[in-house]
């Protein structure tokens, strides 16, 4: 079975600066999709950035990359330029490509504090 | 924003009680997921539906059941609830296009679920 961990169970940042989220996972599969999930205190669930175990080049949104180690099965979110509205609950979660298995394992979630 | 549905927003119950809780989507996807979110444990699968009757067991799935008459609704029982099913529910959608798919999830606003 896969499974995701997510070592870090609080983080907090400085506004304005970068922090890094950590996220590893185990599978036998060679393709298979990645993703970074940010839950506000208004409980949403909102998908950040989304990775292509295939494809090499690491996924960007706007102030949000990951670090993509797929032999280490390493999946790290990175957040430049922090702001106050990025303090949430932060979950990687991990889903194979095969047709007919659509299901997300997620992690236990990284809670991100911002400091003013 | 996908057009999912669930009801009740927040119920409180007494151990022993049956309860059903409701989701409805708009979107007319295939895949339905119910997860449940605990301090700790991130969200675990409960049970999911790829099609109308056509449904299958996470990880979780003791002391629920499930079931899907029609494509819009998705239904989650808990046959006699127990203080260790209080927990915060998601519904979670997904469409399926044939062959390797890359459809995120798109998650309802959740139920907040107390047995007493």
């Known amino acids: 079975a896969q499974t995701v961990t997510q070592s870090q169970p609080e983080m907090s940042v400085q506004e304005a600066e970068t922090v890094t989220l950590s996220c590893t996972y185990d599978t036998s599969e060679s393709d298979y999709y990645l993703f970074w999930y940010k839950q506000p205190p208004s409980r949403q669930m909102i998908l950040v950035i989304r990775q292509e175990a295939y494809k090499q080049q690491n996924a960007t949104e706007n102030r949000f990359s990951v670090n993509f180690q797929k032999a280490a099965k390493s999946f790290s979110l990175k957040i430049s330029d922090s702001q106050l509205g990025d303090a949430a609950m932060y979950f990687c979660?991990?889903?194979?490509?095969?047709?007919?298995?659509?299901?997300?394992?997620f992690g236990t979630g990284t809670r991100l504090t911002i400091i003013p | 924003d996908a057009g999912i549905t669930q009801s009740p927003r927040h119920k409180v119950t007494e151990t022993g009680t049956p309860v059903t809780l409701r989701c409805h989507q708009t979107?007319?996807?295939?895949?339905m997921y119910w997860y449940r979110q605990d301090p700790g444990h991130g969200l675990r699968l409960i049970h999911y539906?790829?099609?109308?009757?056509?449904?299958d067991k996470g990880e979780v799935s003791d002391g629920y059941s499930v079931s899907r008459s029609k494509t819009e609704d998705f239904l989650l029982t808990l046959e006699s609830a127990t203080s260790s099913q209080t927990s915060v529910y998601f519904c979670?959608?997904?469409?399926?296009?044939?062959?390797?798919?890359?459809?995120?999830?798109?998650f309802g606003s959740g139920t907040q679920l107390s047995v007493l």
């Open positions: 979107e007319n996807h295939r895949y």
């Open positions: 979670a959608i997904s469409a399926a296009r044939g062959g390797a798919t890359n459809e995120k999830l798109f």
């Open positions: 539906s790829y099609g109308v009757k056509d449904t």
């Open positions: 979660a991990y889903r194979p490509t095969n047709f007919g298995n659509e299901k997300l394992t």
